[in-house]
């Protein structure tokens, strides 16, 4: 059986920063690429970051150079790091690993940036 679950989640003023970390559990994860997503309010969910077995990072274009995607196999999590949030990164986030093709979701953590 496999399982995620987000936190770190909160309300941050614009130009601050959040730590997410998603805890996993299953022996499946470390052969997998580790994925963060996110789905603002009235929007469709999209892919921000995602981290290979082997450390490779790949970035939505609109968080690149300031959210930080990475893991930790020992302590099975997977940490987003998000510096300079903007307004437009208030969303639910949520941490995700594809399984045979089929995606598995933690139950997400709401990110609310302010003014």
């Known amino acids: 059986q496999v399982q995620l679950a987000e936190s770190g989640g909160g309300l941050v003023q614009a130009g601050g920063s959040l730590r997410l970390s998603c805890s996993y559990t299953?022996?499946?994860?470390?052969?997998?690429?580790l994925n963060w997503f996110r789905q603002p309010p009235g929007k469709q969910r999209e892919l921000v970051a995602a981290i290979t077995t082997g450390g490779s990072t790949n970035y939505a274009d609109s968080v690149k150079g300031r959210f930080t995607i990475s893991r930790d196999n020992s302590k099975m999590t997977v940490y987003l790091q998000m510096n300079s949030l903007k307004p437009e990164d208030t969303a639910v986030y949520y941490c995700n690993v594809y399984i045979g093709g089929k995606p598995n979701w933690g139950q997400g953590t709401q990110v609310t940036v302010s003014l």
């Open positions: 299953g022996t499946i994860f470390s052969l997998r690429t």
